[in-house]
């Protein structure tokens, strides 16, 4: 790739794992030149030389203070995010802020007043609402093949504990349980089928008795209300053993038909009662198949457009409210 002085520099404030994958993806698109802030400057000088980055900075602020830097991506446990992301509109940075971006309602509004007197574009970093399945299975429900949506069954099951030394571990610094930190990608999808998404009860069962390293409350099912009238669930654990650590299948029952797809992407059966369609994902999605590219292509859009992304603080907030509701169950 070659990079030149017109090219957007984005500096990563944090420079885990995250960072990594994100940072990989961003340099694939081109027209993009990254940096790598820590406050251990080892690590993001690592990070750096590891990536081909410009620059790595031993503070957030000194990263933040770079008049040479035009956007910021909050890559920290949640619990620092509102904080970064006040300083980085403050600093007049385009933002990405991973989700779960913000911990309450009166944070999404504060920080969409200050984004919208700033005029910066912000993306919520949720790449699912991206991914080439999302807007297969949408698709083929509005096509009709299956006809009014009845019931949502979605099934997201895998045994993947984190390390006694994870910062998950530490619901202040999570901001919540293993569903409001990860979870939150599911309540997404469960949102993205056609129908509006407008209420959703949480069922917590009993958490392990057993000690572990992972001390998170791991498993929920969501019970999910339309606003045409349909009904479904969400079945999330991550304490479960599944088939090669996380292969299950969802469904969409519809009036005159099912849809069914293996729930991370690898592919989709509609059946109705005269039509049966079958999506395999091709070489395009593959490529894409979790949709960070699509995320950050639809971001440096945005930001040289002077618009919001599709992945916006507002779809962001609507998703909040939902998993404010799975809280009080």
Do not use: C
């Amino acid at each position: 790739m070659r990079e030149g002085a017109g090219d957007l520099h984005i500096a990563f404030l944090g420079a885990g794992f995250i960072a990594r994958v994100h940072a990989r993806h961003l340099r694939a698109l081109g027209g993009v030149r990254v940096s790598f802030a820590s406050r251990e400057g080892a690590r993001a000088e690592a990070l750096r030389r590891e990536l081909g980055g410009e620059r790595a900075y031993d503070s957030y602020e000194r990263a933040l203070a770079d008049p040479g830097v035009d956007a910021v991506v909050v890559a920290v446990p949640p619990r620092f995010h509102r904080q970064l992301a006040d300083a980085a509109i403050a600093a007049g940075k385009h933002l990405l802020i991973e989700k779960p971006a913000l911990l309450s309602l009166s944070d999404y509004d504060e920080v969409i007043a200050s984004r919208d007197r700033a005029g910066l574009s912000v993306l919520v970093g949720e790449n699912d609402h991206y991914k080439p399945q999302v807007r297969t299975l949408r698709s083929m429900l509005a096509s009709g093949i299956i006809g009014d949506l009845v019931m949502v069954n979605l099934v997201t099951v895998a045994e993947r504990p984190k390390d006694a030394d994870d910062w998950r571990n530490d619901e202040a610094l999570a901001g919540g349980d293993a569903f409001f930190e990860e979870g939150i990608h599911w309540l997404h999808i469960a949102g993205e089928l056609g129908p509006r998404l407008v209420a959703a009860q949480g069922l917590r069962p009993a958490p392990s008795a057993e000690p572990g390293p992972d001390r998170r409350a791991r498993s929920m099912v969501v019970g999910l209300t339309y606003d045409n009238g349909a009904t479904g669930s969400l079945l999330y654990s991550r304490e479960v053993p599944s088939l090669l650590r996380g292969l299950r299948t969802s469904k969409l029952f519809g009036r005159d038909g099912v849809i069914t797809f293996e729930s991370n992407g690898a592919g989709v059966l509609a059946r109705g009662r005269r039509r049966l369609r079958v999506h395999v994902p091709g070489p395009v999605e593959l490529a894409d198949i979790r949709g960070y590219r699509a995320m950050y292509t639809d971001w440096l859009e945005a930001m040289r457009q002077g618009e919001q992304p599709q992945m916006s603080l507002e779809r962001a907030r609507e998703d909040h409210v939902l998993m404010e509701m799975v809280a009080r169950g």
